[in-house]
């Protein structure tokens, strides 16, 4: 088993789904949680990287660490931390708004040294999850976040292969074709051992687990952006692009701007005929 694995993503594409996933997939029944969290952040007005760190013995005493910008402290910081039969699953974003996460050459390097899995949605989706996330701190701010597009452009060209978990294909797929990603999934991570019980529960009914669910309570305190979240999704179920374009224009002008590249990296992951393309 790969004693370090990364988890890249766009915002809200997954990657709390992704979390659980490993540590549902890699639970021994007898010692209980063999994956330890890990988040890696950068911080531009202090110009450091920042890294959360979750101890498995201890999990409630979360350390904070912060590194002069070299890639070079973080790498060996993980590696410091691994542990045998341990999984460190290291997350980061890839989007870089405003440069508040790692750039290109840095993520490029983490990705090529690291197994790496990197949970996928439609973009679109990840926009409208973003606008319930943003919650009182206003809608309108998040109109003009290009990280999710950036993200796609980014991981359309990676040279390293990556293991793409289609997280919302997956919800639409059978049994056996969920039981083959997974399986794929086990392999990529080089896992000798795996709970089959979860293996099973999880090919047999995939449910979507999110950090925008698990934080909803907060997202709904306020009625306006509840009726709102709840007015896009309504027409993203109905297909209706002109309302989603009025109600977020400078989000889907930037997601047409970029779709000659986006199309084409999703369709190598099964996505076929998005209603925005």
Known sequence: MKQIVLIASTQHSGSAFTRMLFYHLFFDQKKGRRTQPCQIGFLPKEKTFRIIYNPIDNPGNVNIYHFRKTIDKVETFLESKTRDGRILVVSFHIGWPENSFPSEAEASRLICNYPTVVPIRDPLRNIISKHARRGSKGIRKTFSTPDTTNGCCFLATLPSKPFFLTVDLLAKASVEQRRSKLLQFIEFCEAEKFNSKAFESLA?????????????????SNPIIKVKKDELDG???????????????????????????????????????????
């Open 204 to 220: 047999n009914e995939w449910k979507v687990y999110n950090s925008t669910s698990n934080n909803y309570a907060r997202v709904v």
């Open 235 to 277: 027409y993203y179920d109905a297909q209706d692009l002109n309302s989603l374009t009025e109600s977020m224009p400078r989000s889907m002008k930037l997601l047409k701007k970029n779709v000659s590249i986006i199309k084409p990296f999703l369709e190598t992951l099964g996505y076929k005929n998005l209603f925005w393309w």
